[in-house]
C-alpha cells in the first residue's frame, strides 16, 4: 500500500504535501528552500500522523523545528 505524507521542512517551515517517503526511504526535497531532508529514523509503521489528509490542521498550532532553534538562537 503506497501512501502520502506532509511534512514540514525542519529549515523553512514550509508544508511539503504528498510525498513518497517509502519510495525515497524517508529522502524529500522541500519545494520551497531546495533543502534535502529525512524523516530519520524512517518508519512508516511508526508515522501514522503523517499519512493524514489533514496533517497540516492537526499540528497548525504546534511550533516546528524552525521556529524552536530560532527562539533558542535569540535567547
Do not use: Q
Request: aromatic residues 12%.
Amino acid at each position: 500500500m503506497m501512501y502520502r505524507y506532509s511534512v514540514v521542512c525542519p529549515h523553512c517551515s514550509t508544508w511539503n504535501d504528498n510525498l513518497d517517503l517509502d519510495e525515497t526511504d524517508g529522502y524529500y526535497e522541500c519545494e520551497s528552500c531546495g533543502k534535502v531532508n529525512r524523516m530519520y529514523p524512517y518508519n512508516p509503521d511508526t508515522l501514522p500522523m503523517l499519512i493524514s489528509e489533514n496533517a497540516r490542521e492537526m499540528f497548525k498550532d504546534w511550533p516546528t523545528l524552525a521556529d524552536v532553534l530560532k527562539e533558542k538562537k535569540a535567547v
